[in-house]
């Protein structure tokens, strides 16, 4: 079976050929770090964390990188903002815009965390990568591609003349809604910024135009080639960044080096709050913290898993209770497969191991879902189907063991039934404690008191406290 991706690039879905044979490259545009993470952000980071562990599942090795916006306007503002409200404008901006920056991509890291989404192989920041991007500025302004005026540079548009081949608009209909902003110096309204000169007090580094600072198109070209290469596989973010963001580092990109940017373009969906886009500007906004104060993380994922990633999602109350019941069914099923098959180790089946008939069929149709562009909803509903099957087969214990095998390895590629997994790992503390008291009864018993005792005094350097009872000894979590 072979992966499909819908490929913004083409608008229709083409099949998955990597650059190199078992290798994935993936960048997807990370978090500009000046508010509190909400579930918006969640939903995009998730949608990237299924698809990389499809891939992984599938037997590709990933490079997963994930970039911090950690300069920009909004940062900016948010330091003015701030020192404003302290009353004190006399702080340095430069080390309010860090500590801002620092903060925030902070608490983004707790909700990732926090709803169990893997840190990404390489997370660069824009700060740390300035000099990379003033080489392809440089680059650029060699090949009369770009411009410099009054210490700002830009990037001359209709020079590269496959500008928007990603959003697929023409240059006649981006002429229609152009305009240049006031204090800009373009030569053209279409033409974009590549590196802003500096405004008192902000953040800046010397180049040969001045002192200033990047624009915001130009890091994501920069750290995705340093990472990933000059080309490289896929690029994602949400459907908001396809014009002119992802446009904008297409043509800088490849004006820059003459090759093709990345092969396949993935976008996800918004999150919305009654049809309107999630914004704190909109009052409707839900932190990561209030909704993981509300539900396990696992709700929230069946919910996002219910809309295919390319869709846009609508949060509501309603459908989050919905999504607690179906994660229940689960719950429900595991205890009942545990009560009917006690004692049995419920193993993920290994790759090659031959499921029961009845069972294997509902594997090949979760991966025929996945590979058709990563339909979530079609591969969820294929877990539910092996849950219904499961209640029609209670009597017989070798296929309930197969199937709760088989939910718990591909449910990994959601991240769902952790709880399931964190039981499983109790089991086998317990198991191994008493393993060890045993053995520390068989050295008492010989008087072997100095080994008893080394035992006991390790245990307790690990947090573990070991009770001498008369009839017997016991553990406990200090």
Not at 422 to 428: A, F, R, V
Request: hydrophobic fraction near 35%; charge should be positive; proline fraction near 4%.
């Amino acid at each position: 079976m072979a992966i499909k991706i819908f490929n913004t690039l083409i608008g229709k879905k083409e099949v998955f050929r990597p650059i190199n044979k078992g290798r994935v490259g993936i960048y997807v545009c990370g978090p500009t770090v000046y508010d509190e993470p909400h579930i918006g952000h969640l939903r995009s980071a998730y949608i990237f964390e299924v698809i990389r562990r499809y891939f992984i599942y599938r037997g590709y090795k990933v490079r997963f990188v994930r970039n911090v916006t950690d300069i920009d306007d909004k940062i900016i503002e948010k330091a003015k903002e701030e020192q404003q409200a302290a009353g004190n404008s006399q702080k340095d901006l430069r080390k309010q815009v860090k500590e801002i920056a620092e903060r925030y991509l902070e608490k983004y890291h707790q909700a990732m965390e926090r709803f169990g989404i893997s840190p990404p192989d390489i997370e660069p920041k824009a700060s740390e990568h300035i000099q990379e991007m003033l080489k392809i500025i440089a680059r650029l302004v060699r090949k009369k591609i770009a411009y410099e005026k009054d210490g700002d540079v830009y990037f001359r548009v209709r020079k590269f003349s496959e500008y928007g081949k990603l959003s697929h608009q023409n240059i006649e209909e981006l002429i229609a809604g152009a305009r240049i902003e006031p204090g800009e110096n373009k030569e053209d309204p279409l033409d974009f910024s590549l590196w802003k000169k500096a405004k008192e007090n902000e953040p800046r580094w010397k180049t040969p135009w001045g002192e200033g600072r990047p624009g915001w198109h130009i890091e994501c070209s920069a750290m995705s080639m340093k990472y990933l290469g000059k080309s490289f596989d896929i690029h994602g973010g949400g459907k908001d960044l396809i014009f002119p963001h992802h446009e904008n580092e297409i043509a800088q990109s490849e004006a820059c080096t003459g090759v093709k940017f990345a092969r396949y373009w993935i976008h996800n969906g918004l999150l919305t709050i009654k049809g309107e886009k999630m914004a704190k500007s909109l009052g409707n906004f839900i932190s990561v913290e209030e909704i993981l104060q509300r539900y396990p993380p696992e709700v929230l994922k069946i919910f996002f898993l219910s809309t295919h990633y390319s869709h846009p999602i609508d949060f509501s109350n309603e459908k989050m209770e919905e999504a607690k019941r179906a994660r229940e069914r689960f719950y429900i099923l595991f205890k009942k497969i545990d009560e009917g098959t006690p004692g049995t180790k419920h193993q993920a089946p290994g790759r090659k191991k031959t499921l029961i008939s009845p069972v294997k069929k509902f594997r090949q149709e979760f991966l025929e879902a996945m590979d058709d562009d990563f339909n979530t909803p079609r591969a969820l509903a294929t877990l539910f189907d092996l849950v219904n099957f499961a209640h029609k087969n209670l009597d017989k214990k070798e296929i309930l063991v197969e199937i709760k095998g088989l939910l718990l390895d591909l449910g990994k590629i959601f991240g769902l039934f952790e709880r399931e997994e964190k039981e499983e790992n109790k089991e086998m503390v317990e198991n191994l404690m008493n393993l060890i008291i045993a053995v520390r009864q068989v050295l008492r018993e010989k008087k072997e008191f100095a080994l008893t005792d080394k035992i006991r005094e390790d245990l307790q350097k690990l947090g573990i406290i070991l009770e001498d009872g008369i009839e017997k000894t016991t553990w406990r979590l200090r």
